[in-house]
């Protein structure tokens, strides 16, 4: 079946202005995350939902950062005010919420704050 | 706190000579650990797992307790393992964030 998608593939914005980065995960996969990669940089944990328990947030750098998920399925990553130090490629993996199971990455948002 | 090093940033070796990336970790449990490969314009995706044994391509790892260790190691190179690699982990059971190492780009030339 299909494998993680995630849109825009590309967001080019300015500084300041709020973007909003969306997440469709593999039919049937509980549990979905979202990661950062700044240039030069590995990935970050950002956030964790898994079926309807609550969200782990403790992975996002700042309150202007948001995620949300309905039930189990899309999934949008809100960045408020945005700043140049929040370009970087913005990944969504899902995977089927058994302990240990493998995250599936989707083709990332590149995002760049000008 | 958990942490994955990956000390070389870039590696270059021949087609057919053998190959090491290197992965160390830092982590107060017993932890999961993954190598991670992105090909040239394709997605993130799972090489191998150290729980699975297993060999992917040629690749194997092996978990080092004692060093912590997981290095990923191939005994003859060839041209389409040229990706970047990244080294990650989680603390098992209930933690399930991946912490991902800062990534080794390999090229293997001919």
């Known amino acids: 079946g299909a494998g993680v998608s995630q849109s825009p593939s590309n967001k080019v914005t300015e500084k300041g202005k709020d973007v909003e980065l969306r997440c469709d995960p593999i039919?049937?996969?509980?549990?979905l995350y979202w990661y950062r990669q700044r240039l030069g940089q590995g990935l970050e944990f950002l956030i964790y939902?898994?079926?309807?328990?609550?969200?782990?947030k403790s992975g996002l750098p700042s309150d202007r950062f948001s995620a949300e998920r309905t039930g189990e399925s899309v999934s949008t990553l809100t960045i408020q005010r945005t700043q140049q130090e929040d370009s970087a490629v913005y990944l969504c993996?899902?995977?089927?919420?058994?302990?240990?199971?493998?995250?599936?990455f989707g083709p990332g948002t590149r995002l760049l704050v000008l | 706190a958990q942490r994955v090093t990956q000390p070389e940033k870039l590696l270059s070796v021949f087609k057919g000579a053998p190959v090491e990336l290197k992965c160390n970790y830092s982590?107060?449990?017993?932890?999961?650990l993954f190598w991670y490969v992105q090909y040239s314009r394709q997605r993130l995706q799972l090489l191998l797992r150290?729980?699975s044994r297993e060999s992917i391509k040629g690749f194997t790892a092996d978990l080092n307790k004692g060093e912590t260790s997981f290095h990923l190691k191939k005994p003859f190179a060839q041209e389409e393992d040229s990706a970047m690699y990244y080294c990650?982990?989680?603390?098992?059971?209930?933690?399930?964030?991946?912490?991902f190492g800062k990534g080794t780009l390999l090229t293997v030339n001919p």
């Open positions: 993996a899902s995977s089927s919420g058994l302990v240990g199971e493998t995250q599936y």
């Open positions: 982590y107060s449990g017993s932890p999961e």
């Open positions: 990650a982990l989680t603390g098992g059971g209930s933690n399930y964030k991946l912490t």
């Open positions: 150290h729980i």
């Open positions: 939902f898994q079926g309807n328990s609550a969200p782990d």
């Open positions: 039919s049937g996969h509980t549990a």
